[in-house]
């Protein structure tokens, strides 16, 4: 059974340009949700998606920020305009149900030179 | 928002030697991970225990709900160890989102 798959594992962009990060939750699960890790820091939440809903967007910032997770394929996390402070290791988790252990992918680390 | 408070920040010590980490909590929790973050940034889960004790090899966790904290222990510690400890939870049904603490930060020491 596969694990929770994100792609790239590494972006670099330049100031102003678009970041798209991708997440394939576990095979069975339903529930996808986005964190980011700002250097030395611990994790904090984005957004909590179910399939075609958003659930849960009050760690999002409300500008150039926005997620989705269509009926097919995999969870969407798009940065537009990106800026220097948006470099950190964003990663996805998935769970089955409400309230089970949430499993996470290896990351993706965004770069904004 | 939910607190969640993690000590001691940082530790060193020689292979070999055991470890407590302790995670502190300032609300009622429904679900309390933890998670060993290694030095490629990867995030390995270790525990999901929102209550009770759980062992897996030389790691185990104990939470006590009613107090609000949960400790992990490292028993003879390897190099492998080494890097960043979360505790994080999970404050109600629903809401789902987790909660991380500051991490500690481990190194083992050949």
């Known amino acids: 059974n596969a694990g929770v798959m994100q792609n790239p594992r590494h972006l670099v962009r330049r100031r102003g340009q678009e970041a798209r990060l991708r997440c394939s939750p576990m095979?069975?699960?339903?529930?996808v949700y986005w964190y980011r890790q700002l250097p030395e820091e611990g994790l904090k939440f984005m957004v909590y998606l179910q399939k075609e809903n958003i659930i849960d967007e009050s760690g999002m910032p409300k500008e150039r920020f926005s997620a989705e997770f269509p009926k097919e394929g995999p969870s969407i996390l798009r940065i537009q305009q990106v800026v220097r402070g948006d470099s950190a290791a964003y990663f996805c988790?998935?769970?089955?149900?409400?309230?089970?252990?949430?499993?996470f992918g290896p990351g993706t680390r965004l770069l904004v030179l | 928002g939910i607190q969640v408070e993690q000590s001691p920040p940082d530790l060193i010590l020689q292979e070999g030697a055991n470890s407590t980490l302790r995670c502190n909590f300032s609300d009622s929790v429904n679900n309390l991970q933890w998670f060993h973050q290694n030095p490629w940034g990867q995030l390995i889960n270790l525990f999901y225990?929102?209550?009770g004790t759980k062992q897996n090899g030389r790691l185990s966790a104990t939470t006590v709900a009613t107090e609000r904290y949960s400790l992990l222990y490292i028993s003879s510690s390897q190099t492998t160890d080494s890097g960043v400890y979360f505790c994080?939870?999970?404050?109600?049904?629903?809401?789902?989102?987790?909660?991380f603490g500051t991490g500690t930060r481990l190194t083992i020491i050949p």
């Open positions: 994080a939870v999970e404050r109600n049904f629903g809401n789902e989102k987790l909660t």
């Open positions: 988790a998935s769970s089955g149900t409400s309230g089970e252990t949430q499993y």
């Open positions: 225990i929102p209550s």
């Open positions: 095979k069975g699960h339903s529930h």
